[in-house]
């Protein structure tokens, strides 16, 4: 480790302290790691994922990063940033200046505060860099900032399996030229594997003869294919997370989950990697990954978009759509993909969406019952906003049918299907797949013939109930019960109300839209509208119109 000379010599017992933290990193040490950042609701890290702010923060992220790979220091610079004062003690770990901002730990000198900067060289191969503020708190050296630059990837393997610039040409002309599209893992490209989001399953699958529909229509329409995106295994959950490839990183919100198990293209349209994400909806997988990362997610009506192509999870309610990161983009995709002069693809459909969806909007009481508190408030105010604005909606409360049954029963039939599709290839491959999906798919094959049929028995008054209320009105509801949780979090509880939320509209095949127009807590939370079958484009159209009228524009 080299020490290029500076004006001034670097304390002893900081360069100590600074390889006792680098020890740490090198070993995964995560109890001295903690120890290393200062306590406390100011401190700060920084990476190309973005900002963690405080203690706890940074802690839950490095519990789940894993180790850095094995690296050397080449270079450390020091730099002293003390103004010779005694900082004045203060009685909380939300430390402010005399001004009322933020200022130093009780129990240290302004005499004590260092900058950092060192170089690491992996040998792997690449440099990074990193950036620290170190100050003496109560006789030891601890990390008050710090910003990671890491050596640069040859591409995010958490988001891509597979990427180019572009994968794949699309038509030179078209509505979509000049957008690019990450592809779910889930669908035919000539050429190429299905992986599903499994290295054994495509370690074994075939290239694939001929690419799906729903790619060839973009394709046909301008876009570039800029890669295959990760997906959840097998489609089969809606946090977001990989055992194999990791966690792709949330756009919007850093340290949360992305939501799944659209995860990969969502990821990469809201870190700005593609415009377009190609993806599938069983239970909520484009509606709860556009939630939780402040996107636009289209649901298409069930059997608008063909499915060949397309590995299936459960064929009653598997659907294709797409994620944007503001609403005129996805106009254009549904457009193009939907109407008849576009798409090769789809019949003349066209016609339900050609007429405005009425401006009544039903709010579903049982379904918003299960967001949170502070979801729910911020629903209140956005409605309280829609209808005291200039073109202001009607509101009507509506009983949708306990939630709870809709549930069960649409988890039952999914799970049938589910391993009706996976269960012979998971037999013949123990230990493949992850716990949690190992655990959904454990709980699906004991469903018996006679469960299967009672719980599609019970879906068919909901269905029926749910396309009554949308004949003359769009429901309109949070998309999910809050802001994205974070990695660290038990997720099962938010998975519960989560698809209770999601699952109706899925259960009835209708057409739904996830607008990104709440914030909670600093978090995105999307709105979602419902409407009747085959009105899809002009649900884009409606929910354009409602998100300019409180401000939001088109996302653009």
Not at 22 to 38: C, G, M, P, Q, Y
Not at 189 to 197: E, H, Q, W
Not at 490 to 504: F, G
Request: with cysteine; aromatic share 6%.
């Amino acid at each position: 480790m080299a020490v290029p000379a500076d004006d001034a010599a670097m304390p002893d017992d900081l360069r100590a302290a600074f390889d006792a933290y680098e020890s740490a990193i090198v070993a995964n040490d995560l109890d001295a790691l903690d120890a290393f950042f200062a306590p406390g609701t100011q401190t700060l890290r920084g990476d190309t994922a973005g900002l963690l702010v405080g203690h706890d923060a940074i802690s839950g992220f490095r519990a789940l990063r894993g180790g850095v790979p094995p690296r050397e220091i080449a270079e450390i610079h020091y730099r002293p940033l003390s103004s010779g004062r005694r900082a004045a003690p203060v009685a909380s770990d939300d430390v402010r200046d005399d001004a009322g901002a933020p200022g130093t730990p009780a129990g240290s000198d302004d005499g004590d505060v260092a900058l950092l900067v060192s170089v690491s060289a992996f040998r792997g191969g690449g440099r990074g860099l990193q950036t620290q503020i170190w100050q003496r708190i109560d006789g030891r050296w601890l990390i008050t900032a710090a910003h990671v630059t890491p050596r640069t990837p040859a591409l995010d393997r958490t988001i891509w399996r597979s990427v180019g610039d572009p994968f794949l040409q699309g038509a030179w002309e078209g509505p979509l030229a000049g957008l690019t599209v990450a592809v779910k893992d889930l669908f035919a490209i000539a050429g190429f594997r299905i992986g599903a989001g499994n290295p054994a399953y495509l370690e074994e699958a075939r290239p694939e003869k001929a690419t799906a529909p729903a790619v060839a229509d973009l394709l046909r329409g301008g876009a570039s294919l800029r890669g295959i995106a990760r997906t959840d295994e097998f489609a089969y959950s809606i946090a977001g997370d990989n055992v194999h490839y990791g966690t792709p990183p949330n756009g919007a919100v850093v340290g949360a989950l992305p939501g799944g198990s659209s995860s990969g293209p969502a990821s990469a349209v809201a870190l700005g990697h593609a415009d377009i994400g190609l993806a599938t909806d069983t239970a909520g997988s484009i509606r709860v990954p556009a939630s939780y990362q402040g996107l636009w997610g289209l649901r298409t009506t069930h059997d608008l978009v063909p499915r060949q192509g397309m590995l299936p999870l459960a064929q009653s309610f598997d659907t294709i759509g797409w994620l944007t990161r503001d609403g005129d983009t996805l106009q254009r995709v549904a457009d193009w993909c939907l109407s008849y002069d576009g798409s090769a693809s789809t019949e003349s459909v066209y016609g339900a969406s050609g007429d405005d969806l009425p401006w009544r909007f039903l709010v579903p009481e049982e379904i918003l019952d299960c967001a949170d508190p502070d979801t729910r408030e911020a629903f209140s105010r956005l409605l309280a906003a829609l209808a005291a604005s200039d073109d202001p909606p009607s509101f009507r409360a509506v009983h949708t049918g306990e939630v709870d049954a809709a549930f069960t029963a649409f988890r039952t039939v999914q799970g049938a299907e589910a391993w009706r599709n996976d269960g012979e290839w998971l037999r013949a491959h123990p230990g493949a797949v992850g716990e949690a999906v190992a655990e959904r798919f454990r709980a699906a094959s004991q469903i018996t013939a006679a469960e299967e049929s009672r719980a599609r028995a019970d879906l068919e008054p909901i269905a029926a109930h749910l396309a009554e209320l949308v004949d003359g009105a769009v429901l309109i509801f949070p998309t999910v019960p809050g802001p994205a949780p974070l990695r660290t979090a038990d997720v099962d509880a938010v998975r519960a109300a989560t698809l209770r939320m999601t699952a109706p509209a899925a259960a009835a095949g209708l057409p739904a839209i996830s607008v990104p127009l709440l914030t909670v807590g600093g978090a995105p939370v999307g709105v979602c509208l419902v409407s009747r079958a085959g009105t899809d484009i002009a649900l884009v159209r409606l929910a354009r119109r409602l998100a300019a009228l409180i401000g939001a524009g088109d996302g653009r």
